[in-house]
């Protein structure tokens, strides 16, 4: 999904034949409506029509899957508004299974968050529903499906059911002159207990929540894929990214998986991480690796100063070359492809922050602290690893509670040997601390915690209505790894 314009917004995109963007329509807005089921008793067309249905995706010739999409796309079509504007979106489902579409990082109510633990009601199946929502806050947003998966690994996150959601701020500072958006996706889920996600654990991390004695127990299954794309194409087998010496890229990295964390290089160029989750950072810096977790956003600015053609792509070698890459060509260059393994690097999210400096307490202090453990049952029903979240599985008796206007705390202890990209709905928090490392000024709405690492994050509870958290991958979601927040 390649948008060419420097910083120029709808409609004049140069994508490829059919992909279309959507742009709002122009009209007047309506006053707000009734809760609409009814699509006849709406007086004014959507902004934004989804079709959700069976298609067929062309990963590469000869490679084609089937899934389920957006408007027979994969991303589905990129939303793209302004801050604040009152945006209606009708979902229409041509399958036989509810469906529920969540609008990832964004402020609005649960009734129409797109989650069935909130209260959303789903799109019927053969039914339609419309969502309509103010657009906020400004930033790289996303929408998927929110569906439980459970055992069947042709629903949910595990489908094609993603897109891009870009709500531009009033003032958009945008300094590029390319932009591009990357998904990154593995697909043909299965079980197994080989975990392809697990990268070498560094023995030298803190590891503030690793127990004194190990698990003895034998670890259960787990999700892995045999293919994998940026977008809806295998590496090599889309267009490449075409690009001109000196130009500023500016990149918008989704990881759209429902099972891994990906790392990311481009082989002779350096990422100016500007935003994470939509947000922008206090201290951009450039580095040589993205690390990504479901759900999670990287905006970063490529400076093309390297003439050549280039693979960018995941750094383990089975990941890209069974898909997970995209040529990235200049002007009048002709030859092979090239990946050079990045230099060693660490991500880590804190470069980006701001540091508390002597006494000056970069963070109010809050009213409250909240302490989540996470453990993983391995093996358990179906051989599948459960989780616990404060020693039960969701749903919880009681319910975590936040009461409007304070300010909570969230500690994150992960006592598992997992890292978990930890999501809550309809929020942003900031980053307070990462395994002992302090840090201010970085928001997001999703966290990896590693392995047996720790987490600090603070949030003020100013979104009433129920609140879901859950760890992004769709697996460790739909066994246990949930919880809900309401306010009281
Ligand atoms: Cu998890």
Redesign the pocket.
């Known amino acids: 999904m390649i948008a060419t314009g420097a910083g120029k917004l709808r409609p004049a995109f140069g994508m490829s034949p059919g992909q279309q963007v959507q742009g709002p329509t122009q009209h007047a807005m309506a006053p707000m409506e009734p809760k609409a089921s009814e699509p006849k008793t709406t007086g004014h067309a959507a902004d934004f029509t989804l079709q959700i249905a069976p298609m067929m995706v062309e990963l590469a010739p000869q490679v084609v899957i089937s899934t389920i999409g957006y408007n027979n796309k994969v991303p589905g079509p990129l939303l793209r508004m302004r801050e604040g504007q009152r945006v209606t979106i009708d979902v229409v489902n041509d399958t036989d299974v509810p469906e529920y579409v969540h609008w990832h990082g964004l402020f609005v109510p649960s009734e129409v968050d797109g989650v069935e633990e909130e209260g959303t009601p789903p799109v019927p199946p053969h039914g339609r529903r419309r969502y309509q929502f103010e657009a906020r806050p400004a930033g790289s947003r996303w929408y998927h499906s929110h569906t439980m998966a459970m055992l069947d690994l042709h629903r949910g996150s595990y489908t094609g059911q993603f897109g891009f959601f870009m709500i531009d701020p009033a003032n958009d500072p945008g300094h590029y002159d390319q932009e591009v958006f990357l998904a990154l996706r593995e697909w043909q889920y299965f079980l197994s207990a080989m975990d392809q996600d697990e990268m070498a654990v560094d023995r030298n991390d803190p590891m503030p929540e690793k127990p004194a004695k190990p698990d003895p127990r034998q670890n259960g299954l787990e999700v892995s894929a045999p293919l994998y794309s940026i977008n809806d194409k295998m590496l090599g087998a889309g267009d490449p990214l075409r690009v001109q010496p000196g130009q500023r890229v500016l990149m918008h990295l989704l990881n759209a998986s429902a099972a891994q964390i990906h790392r990311v290089a481009l082989s002779g160029h350096k990422f100016q991480v500007i935003a994470l989750d939509g947000n922008p950072v206090p201290t951009p810096q450039p580095v040589d690796v993205i690390e990504i977790a479901p759900g999670e956003r990287v905006d970063a600015i490529v400076e093309m100063n390297n003439p050549g053609v280039w693979i960018l792509g995941e750094l383990r070698n089975v990941a890209r070359q069974s898909g997970m890459g995209i040529v990235v060509e200049y002007a009048n260059q002709q030859q092979r492809a090239q990946w050079t393994p990045p230099p060693k690097s660490r991500w880590d999210y804190t470069i980006f922050g701001t540091t508390g400096s002597g006494t000056t307490a970069p963070h109010p202090t809050p009213d409250e602290t909240i302490d989540m453990v996470f453990e993983k049952v391995p093996g358990g029903p179906n051989g599948i690893n459960h989780?616990l979240v404060n020693g039960k599985e969701y749903p919880h008796d009681r319910e975590f509670v936040f009461r409007q206007g304070r300010r909570y705390r969230l500690v994150f202890h992960n006592r598992s040997d997992?890292s978990?990209?930890l999501h809550i709905h309809r929020h942003l928090f900031e980053l307070v601390e990462l395994n002992g490392k302090p840090t201010a000024g970085i928001k997001k709405d999703t966290v990896i915690v590693p392995a047996f690492g720790r987490a600090t994050v603070d949030l003020v509870a100013d979104q009433p209505g129920l609140t879901l958290f859950h760890?992004h991958?769709q697996q460790?979601m739909d066994f246990g790894?949930m919880a809900l927040f309401r306010y009281v």
Request: one cysteine or more; proline letters at 12%; charged letters at 10%.
């Open positions: 989780w997992d978990h990209p760890c991958m460790h790894f």
